[in-house]
């Protein structure tokens, strides 16, 4: 979070949080509609060798963010180069041009970046007199001519944490840590990392820019309880219809003096109407998964959007002895939240710093940076996809170890290229030095076959004999599959039917199935196998249908009652025929 460093006074910490918060955003601008017919990449191989990108600048260079544009220029950005340095590279990141220092950063931290649909490249940092400064590019990151300053009205705030995204429409977002009083924000370091907030009133705000970065109006706190919201670290995306979504780190903070903080979670906010009103209450990301601890030193939380709209969040939690980090996504817009995935292998308490970015339909990319392994500091891929979890094992990016004493940054850099490749970057002193650089890399992926899931919403009903229930039966789509699902059941009691509407779906549709039981149908539950064959997969999913006994008493219909013979006597309901002495 913040970090002690040669460039700070301990009695002014900078909490030194970052994340590629642009990369999220380049999801929609590289995979576009068109993406969604790709399949999802499966197996992670570099395909670039990896670049030194800071070897130029001397001192330690570290905490890196990373973004992309359509054509695959890479954007580069980290603590270094005296201030806030910044590399391009014109060839999907095979090279880097020599990297230069951005204008008035020295003394900065937390940079992070973000590209417009029009190609502008926006580069923004927290500076020493915390507030968020943007820097805009209006040559693809060759030359840098613009800066303004969001800055607060009055004097005397914390500033920490900007984050970067820019709109369809050419918005621009900010969102950054704010405390009206920066005397009561208070720290914990770590020998080895940066450092965690203790107490004080921490909030995560957001200001915007209509003007393309020219000027900024003032902020609005994106959670409840502002002053003394404790929300921080609130990384943001904006999707294909403006909505402007954001996952930020939420602590328990109190009411007065010395406004303590205490374990949080992750939560989920969003604004439809550009940034101006945000939910209250905010949605809590599983806390099933566990806490997030106050002493976390390093960024915890990320969020992506794939091109088919599904939002992925990732983080790590501390408890019981282990740190892991997790994957959780929505494909309802954030509202609910799928059940976390466990991400990272080991079981140990090293760190875990988590970045996702979103690929085509149902995939997403998720990386870690940890120092659990015995060699030091690694840097790690995998993919995800919401029809298969977790796809094959780990790719460790990076091939050297590094110092797991010497702090890497608190982030390491993930955006998404064209033709199916991430680059990737990260802080590491590599072998045992003393001094960290910037490295990069080119990720290929290579696609398999395109699938579906199948899920019944409610899982299971109860119905009385005669009567019916109904379920609806999703498809969940992955890798752009678009194939044609055949919808049948099986399973079913004697006398029911099963009617689906409509009978087939494309991937990625659903459908009402409608369970109809006959007043003869047997009581008792049944399991119903809902089966969608489609024309190169078939999968199933399980609805549990309870017939239970009809109503009244039952009736008996006259056979030959006459004669003395129960012969062809019937009976209706809960009544039944049984056979005594004449009388």
Same mark, same amino acid.
């Given at each position: 979070?913040?970090?002690? #460093?040669?460039?700070?006074?301990?009695?002014?910490?900078?909490?030194?949080?970052?994340?590629?918060?642009?990369?999220?955003? %380049?999801?929609?601008?590289?995979f576009g509609a068109a993406a969604t017919a790709q399949a999802a990449p499966h197996r992670l191989a570099a395909t670039a060798p990896i670049v030194n990108v800071s070897s130029s600048c001397s001192g330690q260079n570290q905490e890196v963010v990373a973004a992309a544009d359509t054509t695959g220029d890479v954007f580069q950005s980290w603590i270094g180069c005296g201030g806030i340095g910044f590399a391009?590279?014109?060839?999907?990141?095979?090279?880097?041009?020599?990297?230069?220092?951005l204008s008035g950063s020295s003394g900065a931290w937390d940079p992070a970046l973000a590209v417009a649909p029009n190609g502008t490249v926006y580069a923004a !940092?927290?500076?020493? @007199?915390?507030?968020?400064?943007?820097? %805009?590019?209006?040559?693809?990151?060759?030359? !840098? =001519?613009?800066?303004? +300053?969001?800055?607060?009205?009055?004097?005397?705030y914390f500033g920490d944490r900007p984050y970067i995204a820019v709109a369809p429409d050419g918005t621009v977002y900010v969102?950054?840590?704010?405390?009206?009083?920066?005397?009561?924000?208070?720290?914990?370091?770590?020998?080895?990392?940066?450092?965690?907030? %203790?107490? &004080?009133?921490?909030?995560?705000?957001?200001?915007?820019?209509?003007?393309?970065?020219? =000027?900024? #109006? #003032?902020?609005? /706190?994106?959670?409840?309880?502002?002053?003394?919201?404790?929300?921080? /670290?609130?990384?943001?995306?904006?999707?294909?219809? &403006?909505?402007?979504?954001?996952?930020?780190?939420?602590?328990?903070?109190?009411?007065?003096?010395?406004?303590?903080?205490?374990?949080?979670?992750?939560y989920f906010t969003w604004s439809n109407d550009a940034g101006t009103t945000w939910p209250n209450p905010t949605v809590q990301v599983r806390p099933d998964a566990g806490t997030d601890a106050v002493a976390n030193w390093w960024i915890n939380g990320s969020i992506a959007i794939d091109a088919g709209g599904t939002l992925y969040a990732t983080w790590d939690t501390q408890s019981s002895g282990t740190d892991i980090g997790w994957l959780s996504y929505s494909t309802d817009n954030g509202a609910t939240w799928s059940a976390p995935t466990h991400v990272t292998p080991d079981n140990t308490t090293a760190a875990h710093i988590?970045?996702?970015?979103?690929?085509?339909?149902?995939?997403?990319?998720?990386?870690?940076? =940890?120092?659990?392994?015995?060699?030091?500091y690694a840097t790690y891929l995998q993919t995800f996809t919401t029809a298969s979890g977790l796809v094959g094992t780990p790719t460790q990016v990076s091939t050297n170890y590094g110092n797991a004493s010497v702090w890497p940054g608190d982030t390491f850099g993930l955006a998404t290229l064209p @033709?199916?490749?991430?680059?990737? +970057?990260?802080?590491?002193?590599?072998? #045992?030095? +003393?001094?960290?650089?910037i490295y990069a890399t080119t990720v290929s992926t290579a696609p398999p076959a395109s699938d579906f899931s199948l899920a019944a919403n409610p899982t299971s009903g109860s119905v009385a004999q005669g009567s019916s229930a109904t379920t609806t039966i999703a498809t969940t789509a992955s890798g752009g599959d678009t194939e044609?699902?055949?919808?049948?059941? +099986?399973?079913?009691?004697?006398?029911?039917?099963?009617?689906f509407s409509p009978s087939s779906v494309t991937a990625g549709g659903s459908s009402t199935l409608t369970v109809s039981t006959a007043s003869s149908t047997p009581v008792g539950t049944y399991q119903i196998t809902v089966t969608g064959t489609g024309t190169a997969h078939t999968h199933t999913a399980t609805f549990s249908l309870t017939v239970n006994g009809g109503s009244g008493g039952g009736g008996v219909t006259n056979g030959g009652f006459e004669t003395g013979s129960f012969s062809g006597w019937t009976t209706t309901g809960n009544a039944a025929v049984t056979t005594a002495a004449k009388h």
């Open positions: 979070m913040y970090h002690v #460093g040669s460039r700070h006074l301990a009695a002014s910490r900078r909490r030194l949080r970052s994340l590629a918060a642009a990369a999220s955003a %380049a999801a929609l601008l590289l391009r590279s014109t060839n999907s990141g095979a090279s880097y041009n020599a990297p230069i220092m !940092f927290m500076s020493p @007199n915390n507030y968020p400064v943007v820097e %805009a590019s209006f040559d693809h990151g060759a030359t !840098f =001519t613009q800066t303004a +300053s969001v800055k607060p009205s009055g004097s005397g969102t950054w840590d704010y405390g009206p009083d920066q005397t009561n924000v208070q720290t914990t370091c770590s020998a080895v990392g940066s450092c965690s907030f %203790a107490d &004080g009133q921490l909030n995560a705000v957001i200001e915007k820019s209509t003007d393309g970065g020219k =000027t900024f #109006g #003032g902020f609005t /706190a994106i959670g409840p309880d502002y002053p003394t919201m404790g929300g921080f /670290a609130a990384p943001l995306l904006v999707d294909p219809h &403006g909505r402007v979504d954001s996952l930020y780190e939420g602590h328990p903070t109190d009411t007065t003096s010395p406004y303590a903080i205490h374990n949080g979670y992750e988590m970045e996702v970015v979103g690929g085509p339909a149902g995939t997403a990319y998720v990386g870690w940076q =940890t120092n659990a392994p015995s060699q030091g @033709n199916n490749q991430i680059a990737v +970057s990260w802080g590491s002193a590599d072998n #045992g030095g +003393s001094t960290a650089e044609s699902v055949a919808l049948s059941a +099986s399973g079913l009691p004697a006398g029911a039917t099963a009617a």
